[in-house]
């Protein structure tokens, strides 16, 4: 395969120090990065410099650490507001992760704008980390969730929208690029069908912030979260965008330190946004790394990276349709489509695939990938699921099909 990758990947490969190892004796293809990415030494530099060099806490000590540490942590909050190109950096939330942050809206939005008979629109394709948090505060304020289906190819079934979107919707939660399938869909679209209704739209942007240029203000939703561990930056850390008058508006979420204005013995009055919603101690040193990650894909530019990855997945549905045995979810073509994608192998199991693929040096995940409605919807309990990312390279494609192809003669 010829490729037209613009940038250089056998030299990004080599600042991913995991990336030299072996694994059973084979040179690692790590093919798991939709579940977590891997780090360049860049990141993990920029975190042991904050451990041994200015590792204080935030916003409260007058030394000189405290005031670096904050200065740091302050600076990748505006880091991310130019990443998706948010109106101010007061509208970024540091959260553990995407689940955190879907979280944080469901209890504190949705406790105080739902009501008994509001809808809340989801699709069969989300993670349970977009599902979840919706049932439970459905279940707290009698609100009720409707689901958009998806077709054949695994793509959303957007005439429903017409019966699905009314009056009635008051928020619609939708994933960006599905982690299953890696179908990408039209958020931007539906967020304007939504804001027709008078519904607000959630966009979780797990799978699509770390893999191709997001922008709000384009996209034109009101939430967006994302974690930092999928984006080369160390677990822990993660993101909550909203608008500013919608967070505002918004009661705190975890009560603590560093969210409040005035704590009297009966009552408090709190902090404004962001701090309203960072209660206690944030991921400091995680924070600052997660701008350098920031740095780091910008450096390499969030076109070039999604075109990298189409590319990579064209060479994969090709060259996967030659492996007897195999069905694939998700689109057949890269159009609107994502470098992640799910498959069985007839007669084997999912798990006994990837173990099969372990033995050869290749990470893949199998399971049910934390979206257990649409693997009963496709009527298969299990998939192994393959992702690329900026350090893949083609020859990687061909060990995984070279590997199915073993497997599934293995099992014959
Ligand atoms: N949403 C999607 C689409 C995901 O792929 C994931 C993680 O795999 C999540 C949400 C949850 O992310 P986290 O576990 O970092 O909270």
Request: aromatic share 8%; net charge negative.
């Amino acid at each position: 395969m010829s490729t037209l990758t613009q940038f250089d990947v056998l030299a990004i490969r080599r600042e991913f120090p995991i990336l030299q190892q072996e694994v059973h004796g084979h040179r690692l293809a790590f093919l798991d990065s939709a579940a977590s990415s891997q780090k360049p030494r860049q990141v993990i530099d920029c975190l042991e410099d904050y451990y041994r060099r200015y590792n204080a806490n935030v916003h409260r000590g007058v030394y000189k650490f405290s005031e670096e540490a904050t200065f740091a942590y302050e600076r990748a909050r505006g880091k991310v507001a130019r990443f998706i190109g948010a109106a101010s950096q007061r509208e970024i939330i540091f959260t553990r992760n995407t689940t955190e942050a879907i979280n944080l809206v469901a209890q504190t939005w949705g406790a105080t704008n739902l009501r008994p008979g509001d809808r809340i629109l989801l699709s069969l394709m989300e993670h349970h980390s977009n599902i979840v948090p919706w049932q439970m505060i459905a279940q707290r304020t009698g609100a009720i969730l409707d689901y958009l289906s998806i077709d054949g190819e695994g793509r959303l079934v957007l005439e429903e929208l017409d019966q699905k979107l009314t009056e009635q919707t008051k928020l619609v939660a939708l994933t960006h690029q599905s982690n299953m399938l890696g179908t990408i869909n039209p958020v931007r679209m539906i967020a304007e069908r939504a804001h027709a209704v008078g519904a607000v739209m959630l966009v979780d942007g797990a799978q699509s912030v770390p893999h191709m240029p997001v922008n709000v203000t384009e996209l034109g939703c009101d939430f967006l979260a994302f974690s930092g561990h999928k984006m080369c930056a160390p677990t822990g850390i993660g993101v909550l965008w909203g608008r500013r008058k919608l967070l505002e508006a918004m009661p705190p979420f975890l009560g603590g330190g560093s969210m409040i204005k005035v704590v009297e013995l009966e009552q408090s009055t709190y902090a404004d946004v962001p701090a309203r919603f960072e209660a206690g101690t944030p991921a400091i040193g995680e924070a600052i790394a997660l701008g350098e990650a920031i740095d780091y894909l910008s450096a390499i530019g969030m076109e070039a990276i999604y075109q990298h990855e189409v590319e990579l997945m064209a060479y994969a549905l090709e060259r996967l349709g030659n492996v007897p045995g195999l069905t694939l979810y998700g689109p057949l073509t890269t159009e609107q489509r994502g470098g992640a994608f799910s498959f069985t192998l007839a007669g084997v199991h999912p798990h006994d695939v990837a173990a099969i693929l372990d033995g050869q040096g290749i990470a893949v995940r199998a399971g049910h990938h934390c979206t257990q409605p649409l693997h009963r919807h496709f009527d298969v309990p299990a998939t192994t699921r393959a992702s690329f990312y900026i350090y893949n390279l083609p020859e990687e494609v061909d060990r995984l099909a070279v590997g199915l192809e073993k497997a599934s003669k293995l099992f014959q």
